[in-house]
């Protein structure tokens, strides 16, 4: 898929990459794995049935872009600015 149509939209019924998701989020492939553990606010996925691949629906990408994504950065140590 190309960066054009990441950048225009997303098809809702679609299923997506791990990679094709991080380009729609503007975030890091290693970011996704992240927020699908994410404690308060999980990104829901699929995995494929044959070679289990987790992919995303579109309607779920959107749905997280705009409640808002977790905060990026590392969590630092209680005590230490």
């Known amino acids: 898929m190309g960066l054009h149509t990441i950048i225009m939209g997303i098809i809702p019924e679609r299923l997506y990459t791990v990679s094709e998701a991080a380009r729609y989020l503007c975030v890091h492939r290693c970011t996704i794995y992240a927020y699908i553990k994410h404690s308060e606010n999980p990104l829901p996925f699929v995995r494929q049935q044959g070679n289990m691949r987790i992919?995303?629906?579109?309607?779920?990408?959107?749905?997280?872009?705009?409640?808002?994504?977790?905060?990026?950065g590392r969590k630092r140590k209680s005590g230490i600015p």
């Open 55 to 72: 992919l995303f629906q579109g309607c779920d990408l959107t749905a997280y872009k705009a409640t808002g994504l977790p905060k990026k």
